[in-house]
């Protein structure tokens, strides 16, 4: 089956304190897009301005990505810069250039809208909630989300909570929602706000997700060198939504696999700056290092 | 085979959000033996003051453990206390009384030198030296140490990690001590400063293993609620040598269940102050542990 993904899609100039790269292919959209792209048919939804680059719109098609929802307004394609500290894992943001991006609305291509999974990919939730609107017999709802829409649109996030199967957030975000010092304990708390599916992203520590069969501890690859982690998490949901989509045998069988898949691809989004080695990967890398996870994890 | 543990034995009065507790039985050398006991004799040694409770003896003999090589001098045992922060991550020292401690020199009673399995638990380096200097024929050799050491003693430290077979340390220290944001890097470099197998401990995200037969990811278990972490990483290397000196068919083929068995150990140790809930575990409850981490873990 088909994923639908709505998200950001984005020109990502990225400094790193090896080096610095300018106006990557970027955006949650983008990165959730590619990565799913290994295990099923994407639809992507978003808005880019005239000056979005023919040779991501290339990137896109050699994924098989079909973007008749992709918008093209008269204007400039969001523009994101960040600079990462030393240890790679704190970053700051250095401009932000909302372009076409700030008057987007999410516009669904008839074909799209019985799309049976849906990717609600790292937007406002004003805009997923629009997604949603749109959509008539979705089998799976997952949404992403940062800690911006917690500060600035929390009751729009909790009203979406109520609508979605699945919610992806970051260890200090999920403390932030729920002022809850415990992963474990922010969860419980999480599925009673909506919820079945909960995952807490980790970064290199992994994920953890807690579902109707209780927790999966789902390891992050073991990465000696990290690139730009910038994506990361869009391309863990990605790879887990686009391998739930397509595996045999029901949502709660696949959902461990799926989420290691997610890591792996996410491993390779980490190894280069924007998309440039996850776009290089081939389902035989991923197969091998999904391997290696499992025997890194045996006892 | 029975396992050797130095390290300090200590009074902890330690206060948390939620709670109070004064000289509860604390210090590397106690934590280590209580979880090592699990699985081996123990000898312990280590010297506490004429203060040290009776009942505290009695905790260490409910557990087997040999006490042929815990010295008892004039003075007052070695006192420490500290203060954790909500989230239960950081810690602040609010006291630190030396006592009998600062005259220190570890003893090895006869029948203690021969022992196969050895655990250097964190204490000054130049200790556990004059430890080593102590055995003949020790089949296994651990040390773990603290990010004070690598402060005031790094050459010592240094000397150390060529006479030991493993290193515990946790990913800050890691960090520390090689300079490396990476820990899988990170772990190479230590490999080159003498240790056959390196452990980094990461508290609740679990702890890497890298040895003969490449990186381990050893999870830990989740607790929705940790009372007092205090001795966590102290339990978690004493488990593993317990484990480890009894295990049937080498070191290699055992290392990974013996981490997992120390990481279990380590999650009781959470769930009370200082040593009252591990004391109160069974083996029956840590293979339950051990079983719900495989499945917790599977994919």
Redesign the interface.
Known sequence: MSVLIVGSTALDSIKTPAAENARLLGGSASHAAVAASYFAPVKLVGVVGEDFPKKYIALYRKHGVDLTGLQVEPGKTFHWSGEYE???NNRRTLLTELGVFERFTPHLPEGAKQTPFVLLANIAPALQHHVLDQMSRAKFVMADTMDLWLNIALDELLRLLRRIDGFALNDSEAHQLTKE?????AM?KIHKLGPKYVIIK?G???S?LSGPQ??????AY?????VDPTGAGDSFVGGLMGYLSTARGGIDANF??A??HGSVVASFCCEGFGLTRTTRATKADIARRVKEL?A????
């Open positions: 030393v240890n790679m010092d415990n992963v474990f304990a419980r980790k290199s520590h992994g953890i209780g927790f999966f501890l789902c390891p073991p990465l000696r060198k990290v461990r696999k989420m290691v499992e890194l994890t045996r006892f």
